[in-house]
């Protein structure tokens, strides 16, 4: 069986999808640092052995994200809306129209054709504020695990809003509210407003039509899709694995 190999150079993580043309068949990630091309061996090596397979099953090898001209090893070069496009129309089995990428270091809202296409797109890479390393910032600023961040949001229990929608004057808002006695849950949910609020300003009205499609590291967060989908007044899903819809699709593209 020849696998077909998807790797995302993201910003921050680097993702890993073997996948038989149809499926992922194993998934892997590592932090993003230099020797890129190393990294994404070396998750090539373990999904690999994991599988049972030996490097005469490897098909084509196609690189995505960031880093994707790093990547040595990969003989096919997709840019990062055209796989998150194929792999989200994939993964929601045909239906996603209209989607959101919250990444490392970007917003990406993706309109999509019947047929999984790119139609149109916007791109909100101008402000850490709603990515994935913004996430982390705050996560190093309460001392609270990114895992804990929807326990610690349900747990809410005064209605706090953060308005800066830079991430320089976010953090200072977050630190004043420290200092006033305000609990890390009323942070965080406070900052899952501001992001819904964030994403909700590069929709338009007609996108809200059918339901947005969520992916990327920090989809993962129930309490970030239910906190979007308040905002919007949509209905709002999230992709399976949602860290790795680009490199599947980039085994797609």
């Given at each position: 069986m020849k696998v077909k190999v998807g790797v995302d150079l993201g910003s921050t993580v680097i993702k890993l999808v073997l996948s038989d043309g149809e499926k992922?068949?194993?998934r892997?990630?590592?932090?993003?640092?230099?020797?890129?091309?190393?990294?994404?061996?070396g998750l090539l090596r373990q999904g690999l052995s994991e599988l049972?397979?030996?490097?005469?099953?490897?098909?084509r090898v196609a690189a995505t994200g960031y880093g994707k001209g790093l990547c040595g090893l990969a003989e096919a070069r997709v840019d990062e809306i055209t796989a998150n496009a194929a792999g989200a129309f994939r993964l929601s089995q045909g239906q996603a129209r209209r989607v959101v990428n919250?990444?490392?270091?970007?917003v990406k809202v993706i309109r999509l054709d019947d047929k999984g296409r790119v139609a149109d797109f916007k791109m909100n890479d101008k402000c850490a504020a709603g990515t994935g390393r913004f996430f982390e910032l705050v996560a190093r600023l309460l001392d609270?695990?990114?895992e804990d961040f929807?326990?610690?949001s349900q747990e809410a229990t005064l209605d706090v809003t953060l308005n800066s929608t830079c991430v320089v004057f976010a953090e200072s808002e977050m630190v004043s509210l420290m200092a006033r006695g305000i609990k890390?849950?009323?942070i965080i949910k406070a900052l899952h407003g501001s992001v819904a609020r964030r994403v909700a300003a590069m929709l338009s009205s007609a996108d809200l039509n059918e339901a947005i499609w969520l992916d990327g590291g920090p989809a993962?967060?129930?309490a970030l899709a239910n906190a979007l989908a308040d905002e919007l007044m949509a209905e709002v899903k999230v992709l399976e694995a949602p860290q790795y819809t680009v490199a599947f699709g980039a085994t797609l593209a």
């Open positions: 992922a068949l194993w892997g990630q590592t932090a993003t640092a230099p020797g890129q091309e190393k990294l994404a061996q049972g397979l030996d490097e005469g099953a490897v098909g919250i990444g490392g270091q970007d609270a695990p990114l929807p326990r610690l890390n849950g009323d993962r967060n129930p």
